[in-house]
């Protein structure tokens, strides 16, 4: 584990497990969490033998809670940041909601040539928000009811969004862990409302569609049918379409919060890719 220092003088904190001379997957993590959140996929692939690396996104877990650079280009160029330090080039980059715009904007301004394959999990491509010409998306005011939430008591909210839609805890018949619920709550928490308030409007007006039009490499992309967070119609089944290689796994009934709720799963399916000649 270490620090990375941006072009603009942000500590970027990741963590680098397994041997050094090993295939490397990058995991990028959601809104508003940190690298914690891929804890059951770090383990699994370490201890496969693999190397894994994810970093907390400025602003969030343990990087420096700055004011400003809180949109995807400054993100997807932080990422560049830690794969120069690091000399994990050709990884295979996996990212999990925002982490997923994350990966397409880092390929998309620094080159598919440094990356092997990706993997969007629940992510947010192509475009969040409704607009003319996304008709089918969120509309605005639900995102600036998000940031009023932030702005007015951020505690209430990160409790009620683990506890309720994150992870399909609200449907009937959930069984809802409050650990889990606890533990995004704690990454949560932990990071800056600044970058938090900002990153809402990075993870919902950010247009990716020309990004993934330009992706050639492998991409898998994985999504719930029952996602209340980013809507599966207009998120995972558009994006798979639009890149040039991809190829759609939808989890039925399956919640936004699928590194956790469906670890297994989603580890299986990541080893099968990463395999795939």
Do not use: C
């Amino acid at each position: 584990m270490g620090y990375v220092t941006t072009k603009d003088g942000v500590e970027i904190f990741y963590k680098d497990w397994g041997p050094r001379d090993a295939q490397v997957i990058h995991f990028h993590h959601g809104w508003p969490l940190s690298s914690d959140d891929w804890d059951a996929q770090m383990m699994f692939f370490m201890n496969k033998g693999f190397r894994v690396v994810a970093h907390d996104r400025r602003g969030h877990g343990r990087s420096s809670q700055v004011w400003e650079g809180h949109d995807m280009d400054h993100y997807a160029d932080d990422v560049a940041a830690v794969v120069e330090k690091l000399g994990t080039h050709g990884a295979m980059h996996v990212g999990h909601s925002t982490g997923g715009g994350q990966v397409v904007r880092y390929i998309a301004r620094h080159g598919q040539d440094k990356v092997s394959k990706a993997v969007l999990i629940s992510a947010v491509p192509p475009l969040m928000v409704k607009t003319e010409s996304n008709p089918g998306g969120t509309p605005k005011e639900v995102f600036d009811n998000f940031q009023a939430q932030v702005a007015a008591n951020r505690a209430q909210f990160y409790y009620d969004v683990p506890a309720g839609p994150f992870y399909g805890y609200n449907r009937p018949g959930a069984k809802p862990s409050e650990a889990v619920i606890w533990n995004w709550w704690r990454q949560g928490m932990m990071g800056g409302a600044k970058a938090h308030y900002d990153g809402i409007v990075a993870f919902s007006q950010t247009d990716f569609t020309e990004d993934l039009k330009g992706i050639s490499i492998p991409v898998l992309v994985i999504h719930g049918d029952d996602d209340q967070v980013v809507p599966y119609d207009d998120s995972g089944v558009l994006s798979a379409k639009l890149v040039k290689n991809g190829r759609l796994n939808t989890y039925k009934g399956g919640p936004h919060g699928l590194p956790t709720t469906h670890a297994d799963q989603v580890n299986a399916d990541l080893l099968a890719f990463l395999q795939e000649g």
